[in-house]
């Protein structure tokens, strides 16, 4: 699997979007971009994913650079609830084991 | 609520005991997945079920095994419990084995071993 790289904690003011990075400089054609978030040791929580094009859904936004190296996780309106742990994961496909690897991820504080 | 159920949410037991922790993952699923998370080393990945058949291991010990049964359900064996199996532990599952579809995790099991 690719590795990703994340910065281990960042902070956010509540009402403001947070902006997450993820480097995955080695990533192959045909892996896809994951993130989840976990909340204080609940199940981890599947936020959204994608290949090569930005992806949108009604938890947050993707963007994918275009030479796949790296991708930004946009939460557009952080509240307190979004406080959490944010994993980006690149997931390999096909043939052998295809879970997701969790790095440590990003301590994301949402500041009131 | 990811439609994957896990039982017991709690668990405290003995060391040199064993437990048994089961998973039902969601409708019409056939992968279940189990992870491990302790403390100090995370979200670690154990072992892969598809329709019935172990498809990948990871870090998994030899004391623990799992299985999954024709009805799909999943369930994860921990024997001659130590201390540092204290963790939760994880269950997911997906329609696939393919990179396209997502994975939905369960809420845990907490495994105390005391």
């Known amino acids: 699997d690719a590795k990703t790289t994340q910065p281990p904690s960042m902070d956010c003011a509540e009402g403001r979007a947070a902006n997450l990075p993820c480097n995955h400089s080695t990533i192959s054609g045909n892996e896809y971009v994951y993130w989840y978030r976990q909340i204080h040791s609940q199940g981890p929580q599947y936020i959204i994913h994608g290949l090569k094009n930005n992806e949108t859904n009604e938890m947050a936004s993707l963007i994918i650079t275009e030479d796949r190296k790296s991708s930004t996780l946009i939460l557009p309106h952080a509240t307190l609830r979004d406080t959490a742990v944010y994993y980006c994961?690149?997931?390999?496909?096909?043939?052998?084991?295809?879970?997701?690897?969790f790095g440590k991820g990003t301590h994301l504080i949402i500041q009131p | 609520d990811s439609g994957v159920t896990q039982t017991p949410k709690h668990l405290i037991t003995a060391t040199g005991q064993r437990v048994t922790l089961r998973c039902s993952p969601r409708?019409?699923?056939?992968?279940v997945y189990w992870y491990q998370q302790s403390l100090d080393q995370g979200l670690q990945f154990l072992i892969q079920y598809y329709n019935g058949e172990e498809r990948a291991k990871g870090n998994i010990l030899e004391r623990f095994s799992a299985q999954q049964f024709p009805d799909l359900h999943s369930e994860l064996n921990l024997s001659s419990l130590e201390l540092g199996d204290s963790a939760l532990y994880f269950c997911a599952s997906s329609p696939r084995w393919s990179s396209e579809n997502t994975i939905y995790f369960g809420e845990g099991s907490w495994l105390t071993v005391v």
């Open positions: 409708s019409g699923d056939l992968s």
């Open positions: 994961i690149v997931r390999v496909g096909g043939g052998g084991a295809d879970g997701l690897t």
